[in-house]
């Protein structure tokens, strides 16, 4: 089974990305906090994040960038899910090193399609 992380301050997103992820054979482990994601990230190796960038932009990107300083997290897909569609934000985002980009509120089928193309992707590179 693979696990994901998900990161959201909200209780309701929390729940939602973790009924979807259930649904579909994933684990998901939630993470209320940059700081709490941070932690752990540290602590154990997730084979996706999913990442609420609605909390605070600048701790989210600071979480893209301590991820991708990690060696053996330089290669976890991340998914920066946002309400805001502003474009120079997204590119920010990816810039940083985030894998996609969800706008907000998305389709549970949306999610497991971005998650599982992910997965697929990154296949590829571990093997």
Request: glycine content about 8%; charged content about 25%; hydrophobic content about 40%.
């Amino acid at each position: 089974m693979k696990n994901i992380l998900i990161v959201d301050g909200s209780p309701d997103t929390n729940g939602i990305a973790s009924s979807i992820l259930d649904r579909s054979s994933f684990h998901g482990t939630v993470a209320r906090s940059v700081q709490k994601a941070m932690k752990a990230c540290s602590a154990s190796r997730y084979d996706l994040i999913l990442l609420d960038m609605d909390m605070a932009r600048a701790k989210g990107i600071e979480l893209i960038r301590h991820i991708r300083e990690r060696m053996y997290n330089h290669l976890t897909p991340i998914i920066v899910l946002s309400a805001d569609g502003e474009n120079g934000y997204r590119r920010e985002a990816l810039r940083k090193g985030a894998s996609r980009y969800l706008a907000k509120p998305f389709e549970a089928e949306v999610l497991i399609e971005a998650i599982e193309g992910m997965m697929g992707y990154i296949a590829h590179f571990r093997d």
